[in-house]
C-alpha cells in the first residue's frame, strides 16, 4: 500500500537560514512524488515533481528536493529562508502504474522567524 | 488563462439546505478530484472522475454526491446540509504524462 510520512508537524527556521522540510514514502514500484505548498484560506499550489532522472529537482520559489531511494526520502529544501515562505507544506506520492490517485503527507507547517 | 475556479468561496448556511459546490477547469485535463480538508489539516479524498459520465468516490466516505456532465465541470452536492460538512472543499484536476494535479482556491462551508 502507498504511503507518506511527514514526521514534522512544524519546522522553525530563522529568516536566511536553509529550510528542509522531511518526506518519506512507501510505494509499489517506481514512485511519482510531488511537494505542495498551501498559503492560508488557499487552495495547494504545485511546487516541484520527480518522476524520473536527476536526483535533485528544482521548482518553484528557489525551492528544491531531493530524491533518495534507498531511504526512501523526497525532502524539500531552501538554500535562504523567507518570512514568506511560512505555510503548509505537503508531500503527495503515486505509483507508476498508472494509477492516478495521490497519497498525501499530513503536512509540515513551515514558520520562518524574522 | 488555462486555470481551475470554485465558487462559493465562502459559504454560511442553515442546516438542512441543499448546496453545490461548482468546479470548473480550463486546463484541458480529464480527470478530476473532490478533497476534503480541515483548516490546517491533512487531506482526504471523497470523490473522483476519470472523465464523463465517470465518477467514483473516494478514500474518505462522504454523504455528499458529484455529477461529471462536462469535461470542464465537476459539481459537488450535498442534499441537506449538517453541522458535521463544515470543512473546506478544495477540487483538483490532473492531466499530462505524470497527471500532475493542480488545485482551485477551494470552498470553505460552515453549516450552522
Known amino acids: 500500500a502507498q504511503s507518506v510520512a511527514q514526521p514534522e508537524d512544524q519546522v522553525n527556521v530563522a529568516e536566511g537560514n536553509p529550510l528542509t522540510v522531511k518526506c518519506t514514502y512507501s510505494v509499489s514500484g517506481n514512485p511519482y512524488l510531488f511537494w505542495y505548498v498551501q498559503y492560508p484560506n488557499r487552495g495547494l499550489q504545485f511546487l516541484l515533481k520527480y518522476i524520473t532522472g536527476d536526483n535533485l529537482v528544482k521548482g518553484s520559489y528557489g525551492f528544491e528536493a531531493e530524491f533518495n531511494k534507498s531511504q526512501t526520502s523526497f525532502h524539500l529544501k531552501k538554500p535562504s529562508a523567507l518570512v514568506s515562505d511560512s505555510a503548509l507544506y505537503f508531500c503527495a506520492v503515486r505509483d507508476s502504474f498508472g494509477y492516478n490517485k495521490l497519497i498525501f503527507g499530513a503536512g509540515t507547517r513551515l514558520a520562518v522567524h524574522p | 488563462e488555462a486555470d481551475i475556479y470554485q465558487t462559493p468561496r465562502y459559504l454560511v448556511i442553515g442546516t438542512g439546505k441543499k448546496i453545490t459546490l461548482e468546479c470548473s477547469q480550463t486546463?484541458?485535463?480529464?480527470?478530476m478530484y473532490w478533497y476534503q480538508q480541515d483548516p490546517g489539516m491533512e487531506l482526504h479524498l471523497i470523490h473522483y472522475?476519470?472523465?464523463?459520465?465517470?465518477?467514483e468516490k473516494g478514500d474518505l466516505s462522504s454523504e455528499s454526491t458529484v455529477s461529471r456532465i462536462r469535461t470542464e465541470h465537476f459539481p459537488l452536492t450535498l442534499e441537506s446540509a449538517r453541522p458535521s460538512h463544515t470543512s473546506q472543499y478544495l477540487c483538483?484536476?490532473?492531466?499530462?504524462?505524470?497527471?500532475?494535479?493542480?488545485f482551485g482556491p477551494g470552498t470553505r462551508l460552515l453549516v450552522l
Open positions: 472522475s476519470y472523465g464523463v459520465n465517470s465518477t
Open positions: 483538483a484536476s490532473s492531466g499530462g504524462p505524470e497527471e500532475t494535479q493542480y
Open positions: 486546463m484541458g485535463h480529464d480527470k
